[in-house]
């Protein structure tokens, strides 16, 4: 595990699915190549589109080869040239060169922006026992009048049965994340999220779990945050490889901040 995975499992399910964009993805095959089709609809009814496919050639993977709407274009690509070791490199508004190293259960990571020179980044995650995960992070700003480090975080997870527990710091040490995930069946999911500062004790970010119980209904979503915005959504395969997500969003009582959106995938 990555240390920027040790919070995932809580934080996935109270994160993803939750879309105001209407958006169609369409993913197929061009002989060796992979491609995707992403089409999103603005609020005002224009379509923008984004073209991506990935490949592999002579070792060299081509994990992401994009070109967008307003004419930018992003790439990423990674290889492997030892056992546990991953180089990569990724180019859209910067350029980051990456390696990943992965010996037994310990995985650490760093990237350099080569394009200006000015960051570095690293992070370790130890996984100590079965089910328990510790690491760190740290950013480093390597030029300029704030050379120095920038960030560094420590965190925890646990996984045991059907809890999930996850503790990490934020903004230098001055706030502590947790993230709690508890498996209540193999239907039923809850989670929350919660920070903690000498400003505030506690805050209650979200709330949130998910269902899947019902019969053809697929997996049904919903949440509340801290602002009063309560969200729901319902991801579900009507049709097979196709796959539909809605979501609804509204803050209170006010119907004048209702938001929807609409996805497909196939």
């Known amino acids: 595990m ?6 995932k499992p809580s934080k996935d399910l109270l994160n993803e699915d939750y879309t105001s964009a209407i958006t169609l993805k369409c993913k197929g095959k061009a002989g060796p190549f992979d491609v995707t089709v992403e ?22 993977n081509f994990d992401k080869v994009q070109a967008t709407a307003d004419g930018s274009h992003v790439l990423e690509t990674s290889l492997v040239p030892c056992t546990g070791c991953k180089l990569t490199f990724k180019a859209n508004k910067g350029a980051d060169l990456g390696v990943e190293y992965t010996k037994g259960a310990i995985t650490t990571t760093g990237s350099l922006d080569v394009l200006s020179m ?8 130890i996984g100590v026992k079965p089910g328990i995960n510790i690491g760190g992070d740290l950013s480093y700003n390597i030029s300029g009048d704030k050379a120095g480090p920038s960030s560094y975080n420590l965190g925890a997870s646990y996984s045991g049965g059907p809890l999930f527990a996850c503790v990490t710091t934020a903004s230098k040490f001055s706030e502590i994340n947790m ?3 508890y498996k209540y069946n193999a239907d039923l999911s809850l ?14 970010l ?32 009507i049709y097979p490889k196709v796959n539909l997500t809605a979501s609804g969003s509204i803050k209170g009582k ?5 938001k929807y959106g609409l996805g497909v995938t196939m």
């Open 39 to 60: 089409t999103l609809r603005s609020p005002a009814g224009a379509l923008s589109s984004k073209v991506g496919g990935k490949f592999a050639y002579a070792g060299l």
């Open 206 to 237: 979200a709330i949130g779990g998910s269902y899947s119980g019902f019969a053809n209904m697929g997996v049904i979503k919903a949440k509340i945050g801290s602002d009063g915005v309560a969200s729901a959504c319902l991801v579900k395969e």
């Open 118 to 125: 000015s960051k570095l980044y690293t992070s370790t995650c």
């Open 2 to 7: 990555k240390f920027g995975d040790i919070s």
């Open 191 to 204: 989670a929350s999220s919660t920070t903690h500062s000498s400003a505030k004790k506690v805050d209650l």
């Open 254 to 258: 006010d119907f004048g901040t209702f």
């Open 179 to 181: 993230g709690l995930l």
